[in-house]
């Protein structure tokens, strides 16, 4: 099985327990309509302050390194951006993963539809070879930051990239959610999991 196999399908189970269509997800979910995707386990640097198990660390940046940094850049692109410039790049968050991080109640209107909310994620270069994700949180949109809110050490954040446009989903999966699905995730996949997707035809 190829290793982003098993992500989607988390992704896939984990809009479905909240009352999505199963068929659906298995289409949304896939190389049709994604081109890559990243997969974050959150260490406790990873977190929002209040959220930290150790709060002797300030840091409220993701610190992307390695091979994921090629979700956000070419290894070109990366080599010219200075380590000052702060870019927003397009996301779209889920209402109902909003929800579910917040143990609200969810109520699903359209089963082959995600509620999708768009907003903005800041990202920039740090001198080290690392892509600092959520650099500056006063200039994220709310929808991301209250994303964030809602994670926890060792929980995972999925980026994935749509294929037709240059926007990014975000998805914020517990762990105690993925490790039903996924017990061996640590030894299976990196901190930071970068994976191209295969186009898939109608």
């Known amino acids: 099985m190829a290793a982003y196999e098993p992500i989607l399908e988390l992704l896939r189970d984990y809009f479905s327990s909240m009352g999505y269509?199963?068929?659906?997800l298995k289409d949304y979910f896939s190389g049709r309509i994604f081109v890559e995707l990243l997969s974050i386990r959150l260490a406790n640097a990873n977190v929002c302050v209040r959220n930290k198990t150790d709060r002797k660390s300030h840091q409220s940046h993701i610190a992307i390194t390695g091979e994921a940094t090629h979700f956000f850049y070419t290894d070109t692109e990366f080599k010219n951006k200075d380590n000052i410039t702060i870019e927003k790049k397009p996301v779209r968050i889920?209402?109902?993963n909003i929800k579910s991080l917040n143990n609200s109640a969810i109520s699903i209107?359209?089963?082959?539809?995600?509620?999708?909310?768009?907003?903005?994620?800041?990202?920039?270069k740090r001198t080290q070879n690392q892509v600092q994700?959520?650099?500056?949180?006063?200039?994220?949109?709310?929808?991301?930051n209250t994303l964030r809110l809602g994670l926890f050490e060792n929980?995972?954040?999925?980026?994935?990239?749509?294929?037709?446009?240059d926007c990014i989903l975000a998805v914020g999966i517990p762990q105690?959610?993925?490790?039903?699905?996924?017990?061996?995730y640590a030894n299976?996949?990196?901190?930071?999991?970068?994976?191209?997707?295969?186009?898939?035809?109608?």
Do not use: A, H, M, W
């Not at 269509?21 to 659906?24: F, G, I, M, V």
């Open 176 to 184: 105690i959610f993925y490790l039903d699905y996924i017990p061996n």
């Open 155 to 165: 929980d995972l954040l999925i980026l994935l990239k749509y294929r037709e446009t």
């Open 109 to 124: 209107d359209t089963p082959l539809d995600l509620e999708l909310i768009d907003g903005v994620v800041t990202v920039g």
């Open 94 to 96: 889920s209402v109902d």
């Open 188 to 202: 299976k996949y990196e901190t930071n999991t970068y994976l191209r997707l295969p186009r898939i035809q109608n």
């Open 133 to 144: 994700l959520s650099k500056k949180n006063s200039e994220n949109s709310e929808c991301f």
């Open 21 to 24: 269509n199963n068929n659906y």
